[in-house]
């Protein structure tokens, strides 16, 4: 896995944005080259680059991408431009797929501009899949129109968090699961593939439902029809709601619950599911079991198939 990320935080005299970081509209955030399983077992080639953008409109609760966002709108040319660049490092040699992910909404008009679009999809021609990350909102015309410019196939990422209909309310994300079917059927009927992202574990769960309501949620995004289904380590460091953090209704993500969900969702038929190991190492609190721990979620995302659980005689995990 080869990979670049910001790294340097902005000053600021807002308490609360202390921790942005600074970033130039015309590079990319960071970018990524890893492999992931497809539909049919195939280990897929994936590039992803960070692009930066506009911040998000919505304030989902659990939500630290702002960190890496612009305060104002992106300038038209700026994603064009970072995508090229991105691009210029992998030479003649362009994975399968590519993963455009802005910390925001590739459809919203502030952080990607719509006459960027053309360009965009031209540079994205050597691509067989492109995936994009929007809320259900602002998939729309756009969305399906950007999709007919494409020569490969598009894919696009929800976040979902969770599909209890009373957490996601409290979640400040402005959707429903109404919004989201709808959204679902529309990309469906338009032959663009669904990711879902989930959050492990779900906020306002007590720990002996956690693995249960995940569950539940993996089969209902599976109904909507997903391909891929990646849970997310729910990070709170630099979450919207800091009061929350201390909170009795929220249990902080540990690798152990995070183990159990996934063993227990990996076998779902007809969806990929996998395990977002970005700052995975943060959860490893054993240096004894933690490393090999990893490395079994990673061997389970690539292959499908379980691993044997791997119980530690240091923590007792």
Excluded at 68 to 97: E, M, R, S, V, Y
Excluded at 275 to 283: C, G, Q, R, S, T
Aim: net charge negative; charged share 25%; proline share 8%.
């Amino acid at each position: 896995m080869t990979s670049t990320h910001p790294t340097k935080p902005a000053p600021s005299s807002d308490r609360d944005r202390v921790n942005k970081f600074s970033v130039d509209p015309w590079q990319p955030n960071g970018w990524l080259q890893e492999e992931e399983r497809g539909l049919d077992g195939e280990r897929i080639p994936i590039l992803t680059i960070f692009l930066t953008g506009a911040e998000c409109p919505f304030k989902c609760i659990f939500c630290d991408l702002w960190r890496q966002t612009l305060d104002g709108p992106t300038p038209p040319g700026a994603i064009p431009h970072q995508l090229a660049n991105g691009l210029k490092k992998l030479g003649k040699q362009f994975p399968k797929g590519i993963k455009l992910y802005n910390a925001s909404n590739f459809f919203d008009p502030v952080a990607v501009p719509p006459e960027d679009d053309p360009e965009i999809a031209e540079l994205l021609r050597p691509f067989a899949k492109v995936t994009v990350e929007s809320h259900p909102r602002f998939i729309n015309k756009r969305c399906f129109e950007f999709a007919d410019r494409l020569h490969g196939s598009l894919e696009v990422a929800i976040g979902l968090e969770t599909a209890d209909p009373d957490i996601l309310s409290q979640l400040n994300k402005q959707m429903s699961l109404a919004l989201v079917e709808d959204c679902a059927a529309d990309l469906r009927a338009a032959n663009i593939d669904i990711r879902i992202f989930l959050l492990v574990p779900p906020p306002y769960v007590s720990l002996d439902k956690i693995v249960a309501s995940i569950r539940r949620s993996v089969t209902y995004a599976t109904d909507l029809g997903a391909t891929h289904i990646s849970l997310i380590p729910t990070r709170t460091r630099y979450m919207h709601a800091t009061n929350l953090q201390e909170s009795k209704d929220f249990d902080k993500p540990c690798l152990s619950v995070i183990e159990e969900a996934f063993g227990q969702c990996l076998a779902t038929a007809g969806v990929v599911v996998s395990v977002d190991l970005w700052d995975i190492k943060e959860l490893a609190t054993c240096s004894t079991c933690g490393p090999s721990r990893i490395d079994r979620l990673h061997t389970m995302n690539l292959t499908g198939h379980q691993v044997t659980r791997i119980h530690c005689p240091v923590c007792m995990s």
